[in-house]
């Protein structure tokens, strides 16, 4: 996909919507590999915890994914509230990427994980005592050989890396 996307680059007319596609393209290839994956490769016990670290490393986003909006029947209000929760969350990764080389930048990094816990409780806060309890199920226990946020984190700036390339439109 980087050769694509490079080539794309070099075209001096490329369509306005070509990197979306290769974009979308990318990512449904992606989540087609890893879910094949994660289905012949592991158990179902091995799938219940990856989608559980899966939730824990999203955060308030993953209010947003179908199945947990079907799982703890979000109503419209939450899905709002969700919405909006993981859209702030965002912005604030994006505003920790777009000020980089600060002599502050362990202080900016706990303020941001501070930021996202915050988010987090406040979604929390909005569920009912029926959610909340069923949310703690599909979070499970939380990851002892990796930090969450740090990962978070990684995949994020991975992510805001990846845009330039796409801004070239």
Not at 22 to 44: I, V
Not at 51 to 78: C, H, N, P, Y
Not at 115 to 132: G, I, N, P, V, W
């Amino acid at each position: 996909f980087q050769k694509k996307i490079e080539e794309l680059s070099r075209q001096p007319n490329a369509p306005e919507d070509a990197f979306d596609r290769l974009d979308k393209e990318l990512k449904t290839k992606t989540e087609k590999l890893l879910g094949d994956t994660a289905t012949k490769g592991l158990s179902a016990a091995q799938r219940k915890r990856l989608g559980q670290l899966d939730l824990r490393i999203r955060g308030v986003a993953a209010f947003g994914d179908e199945k947990v909006v079907r799982a703890l029947q979000l109503t419209d209000k939450q899905k709002k509230t969700a919405a909006d929760l993981a859209e702030r969350q965002k912005n604030s990764a994006a505003g920790y990427f777009d000020n980089p080389g600060n002599e502050d930048d362990a202080k900016r990094k706990a303020d941001l994980f501070k930021a996202r816990k915050d988010l987090l409780k406040q979604m929390e806060d909005a569920l009912t005592a029926d959610q909340k309890a069923a949310w703690a199920l599909l979070l499970g226990d939380g990851p002892t050989g990796f930090a969450a946020d740090d990962l978070w984190l990684k995949i994020e700036e991975d992510a805001d890396l990846a845009l330039p390339g796409f801004l070239g439109k």
